[in-house]
């Protein structure tokens, strides 16, 4: 089968990585979850005790000799940087507080953006989801989805998520992080979040997560008829 990349963009909880995770299945494609390639380096300079804000210059120096890699044979793929695995660590309250002032960082970005579009040619059979994905890293895409919904919805979400993963947080620190976030990753300079011209804008505050992936699918089977799996 023919190349097919799809991209998923949007906003911290509003569903991305579950959808083009599921997206992925439905379709017989690979996944790429690139906000975790900004947490994981996040995490491994915390680790280390660099401060993103005042040391930029040694998280570009750890972006560059240590890419964080998917190890694409397992399913979810984990996440190495180096040689460490910082999966577990990607959802911490440190790393979500401190990966816009990662992601911030131009020569970083630089780095990611090559990695990621690397990927991308090592496995052109891709859902990929981010921020910068349909606008920056794949703007020839074959298909793209720009997802949003309402900060409460998405602080409610991130909030289960966090509290189901044993994590101890409340809900109003949850939201105050999202809104920081989504001001960080709006006015930055390189890659801001932003909906490609050409994007699909899909709400998903009301929808649940079959039917969001419902629609999804239909939109990539109607694009790329000849690329994707046949329905089982």
Known sequence: MRRLIVTLDGPAGSGKSTIARDLAARLGLEF???????????????????????????????????????????????????????????????????????AAISAV??????????????????????????????????????????????????HRQLTEAGRTISLAEVRHNIVERDEKDSQRTDGPLTCPPDAETIDTSDRTIPEVLDLLERRVREAAPDAVAATA
């Open 32 to 102: 790429l979850d690139t906000g975790a390639m900004y947490r994981g380096l996040t995490a491994r300079c915390l680790d280390r005790g660099v401060d993103p804000v005042e040391e930029p210059f040694y998280v570009v120096e750890l972006a560059r000799n240590q890419l964080p890699a998917f190890d694409f044979a397992e399913d979810p793929p984990r996440l190495s940087v180096g040689d460490t695995d910082v999966t577990d660590r990607l959802r911490d309250a440190d790393v979500n507080h401190a990966v816009s002032d990662v």
């Open 109 to 158: 970005r630089s780095v990611m953006v090559a990695a990621q579009q690397q990927i991308g040619r090592d496995h052109p059979r891709l859902v990929t989801e981010g921020r910068d994905q349909g606008s920056v890293v794949f703007p020839d895409a074959d298909v793209k989805f720009f997802l949003e919904a309402s900060v409460a919805v998405r602080a409610e979400r991130r």
